[in-house]
């Protein structure tokens, strides 16, 4: 079974003060570069993986999506969810995502915020959500970009030139990373961009846009703290389609 570092209480209390928490995809400093990708969702059959709070399920919905489903291993992040959702079009499950089981051709898009970095088995993963889209449907998703995951040293240093620095360490060693964020010992999955990219391909997806993000000015101007991210990527967010 996967990780389920959700439902540990120190860190569902540390992520419930995010901004993306609070107050939603608005919260996301990427959900505009998200947004932009996502296809048109009226008549939709959508699944949300690691749905969280159930944000995505919610405004799928109110986009005209005739069906959403949001999983997620927490019992912690569904409690929430359900207690925010009034809405016959949304089921939430609980699922391990290491161990998913989907039917055949049944969703017109499959999506996922910040989730798959858990995702030991990946590979696995990405051929069951091929088998699972209807033909022409859609997998976007964001992850932890590898230049985030790669650094050991979580401390900026500073270049010759006086700028700050972000270290970069064991980049092409690939496997867990323990990070401690809100609780101890975290573990995601530090992957390549070269390897995700290729894994979509094996997995038999058309890779539609791969977006390295990064904040504008404007967001830094408004959000001050998001000044480190332009240093280098935080997320990647990728669309591929099965044709």
């Known amino acids: 079974m996967s990780q389920n570092i ?21 919260g996301a400093p990427e959900w505009d570069a998200i947004q932009r990708l996502l296809p048109d969702l009226n008549g939709k ?32 992040m569904l409690t929430k969810a359900i207690s925010m959702t009034d809405d016959s079009a949304i089921t939430y499950l609980r699922a391990d995502l290491e161990k998913l089981s989907l039917p055949t051709e049944q969703y017109d898009l499959i999506y996922s915020s910040l989730a798959l970095h858990y995702v ?8 069951k959500l091929y088998q699972a889209l209807n033909q022409g449907g859609r997998v976007i998703f964001s992850a932890e970009h590898p230049i985030y995951t790669a650094p050991l040293i979580q401390e900026w240093c500073i270049d010759k030139y006086g700028n700050k620095a ?32 290729n894994l979509l391909i094996s997995a038999g997806f058309e890779i539609i846009e791969l977006d390295e993000w990064g904040p504008s000015c404007e967001q830094i101007i408004e959000n001050p703290t998001l000044d480190e991210e332009k240093e280098r990527p935080m997320i990647f967010i990728i669309s591929a389609q099965k044709p």
């Open 120 to 127: 030991v088995d990946i590979y696995s993963l990405l051929t």
């Open 45 to 76: 059959s959508i699944i949300d993986l690691g749905c969280g709070y159930g944000w995505f399920c919610r405004w799928a919905s109110a986009q005209g999506a005739t069906q959403v489903t949001g999983v997620d291993l927490s019992e912690k």
């Open 166 to 197: 972000w270290p970069v360490n064991q980049y092409q060693q690939e496997g867990n990373r323990i990070s401690h964020w809100f609780a101890d010992g975290v573990v995601k999955q530090h992957r390549k961009l070269s390897t995700w990219i």
């Open 6 to 26: 959700y439902d540990d209480p120190d860190f569902f209390a540390g992520y419930a003060t995010l901004p993306r928490s609070v107050e939603g995809l608005s």
